[in-house]
C-alpha cells in the first residue's frame, strides 16, 4: 500500500506515520528525517537543504523531489511505503504521480491530520525544548505553519480531484488518533476512499 500522510507541524504526523508503517508492514519515508540526516552528515545536498529547513522554508522541489524518488524506487518500498511530509507542494505531487505511474504503482490514500493552530504552537514549542530542535522556536514555527498554509495546503484540492483525501482529526490521544486513521484506510490494496 502507499500512503501519503499530510499535517501541519506539530499535527502528531511523525508518530503516527511511524506507528501505521509499522502497522502495515510498510517502509517509513519521513523527508524531514532524510533532510536532516543528510544535513549530519555533511553532505552537499544536506548542507543546502539545512540553509532552508533551519529557517522553516521548504527546501527546493528539485532537491527533494530526488532524494525521495530515488528512495522510494529501491527494492523494499516495491510493495509500497507511507511518505510522511512529501509532497509539501503541488509539484512534488505531480512528480510523484509521474514516477509512481512509471512503476506501474499508485497512491492509495492521502490522510491528512488536522489540530487547530494554537493547540500546534503549545505542541511545537515544548517539543523544542525536550528534543532541542533548532527550527522548533517562536519565529521559525509560525513560519513554518504560514509555509503549510501556503504551499501545502492547495495539495487538498489536488488530492480531492483524485478521490484520495480522507481527513482525520488529531485532536485527542495518540491511541484515539490512530484509531480514526485506522478506520480510513482503504479496505483492501489498490482500493481507494472517497
Ligand atoms: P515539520 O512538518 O514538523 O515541520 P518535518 O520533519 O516534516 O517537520 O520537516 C522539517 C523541514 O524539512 C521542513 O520545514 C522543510 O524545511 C524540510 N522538508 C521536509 N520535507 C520537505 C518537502 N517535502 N519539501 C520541502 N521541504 C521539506
Known amino acids: 500500500m502507499h500512503v501519503v500522510f499530510m499535517g501541519p507541524p506539530g499535527s502528531g504526523k511523525g508518530t503516527q506515520a511511524t506507528r501505521l508503517a509499522r502497522h502495515l508492514g510498510i517502509v517509513h519515508l ?24 533551519d529557517q522553516g522554508h521548504l527546501a527546493p522541489d528539485a532537491l527533494v523531489v530526488q532524494v525521495l524518488i530515488d528512495r522510494i524506487l529501491e527494492p ?8 510522511d511530509g512529501f509532497p509539501r507542494t503541488i509539484k512534488q505531487a505531480v512528480a510523484l504521480d509521474e514516477h509512481l505511474q512509471q ?13 487547530d493552530e494554537d493547540e500546534l504552537i503549545s505542541r511545537l514549542m515544548s517539543r523544542g525544548e525536550r528534543d532541542n530542535r533548532v527550527d522548533d522556536n517562536l519565529e521559525t514555527i509560525r513560519r513554518r505553519l504560514e509555509v503549510y498554509q501556503r504551499q501545502t495546503t492547495p495539495l487538498r484540492g489536488y488530492y480531492v480531484n483524485q478521490h484520495r483525501l480522507a481527513k482525520v482529526d488529531g485532536a485527542g490521544t495518540m491511541d484515539e488518533v490512530f484509531d480514526r486513521i485506522l478506520a480510513v484506510l482503504p479496505e483492501k490494496e489498490g482500493q481507494c476512499v472517497g
Open 30 to 53: 519521513s523527508t524531514g528525517d532524510m533532510l536532516r540526516q543528510a544535513k549530519r552528515a555533511g553532505t552537499p545536498l544536506g548542507l543546502e537543504a539545512a540553509s532552508y529547513m
Open 76 to 83: 523494499d518500498c516495491a510493495n509500497g511505503a507511507l511518505l
Open 103 to 115: 512503476a506501474d504503482r499508485r497512491l492509495d490514500v492521502v490522510i491528512e491530520l488536522e489540530v
